[in-house]
């Protein structure tokens, strides 16, 4: 099975910047369709951002439109997502997954969770 490890997180004022990036451990990652997802305390897991394949971005949540970027370098089998005018709000665990192309906010079934990255935007 896919190994997926997060990194990249931090602590950033609001207003600031991080890229996270998700390696993995094989060939396969490139073949499938991926997802940055996101979970802040009390609250459910939710999709941010997801790609295909090839690189076209498939989805992106209204509230991280035009301040996040989801893209893939398939040669080192790395999905990233850079996050600029951050804001308190998206504070949250972050984790990669492997989502189902025709349906880009759905995980596909038996995905292992890494142990993701933690972003904190203090205001």
């Known amino acids: 099975q896919v190994q997926l490890v997060e990194s990249g997180g931090g602590s950033v004022q609001a207003g600031g910047s991080l890229r996270l990036s998700c390696a993995a451990s094989?060939?396969?990652?490139?073949?499938?369709?991926m997802g940055w997802f996101r979970q802040a305390p009390g609250k459910e897991r939710e999709v941010v951002a997801s790609?295909?394949?090839?690189?076209?971005?498939?989805y992106y949540d209204d509230s991280v439109k035009g301040r996040f970027t989801i893209s893939r370098d398939n040669a080192n089998n790395t999905v990233y997502l850079q996050m600029n005018s951050l804001k308190p709000e998206d504070t949250a665990m972050y984790y990669c997954?492997?989502?189902?192309?025709?349906?880009?906010?759905?995980?596909?079934?038996?995905?292992?969770w890494g142990q993701g990255t933690q972003v904190t935007v203090s205001s």
């Open positions: 094989g060939d396969y990652v490139k073949w499938i369709c």
């Open positions: 790609i295909d394949p090839v690189g076209s971005v498939i």
């Open positions: 997954a492997a989502v189902v192309c025709s349906e880009p906010r759905t995980v596909v079934p038996g995905t292992r």
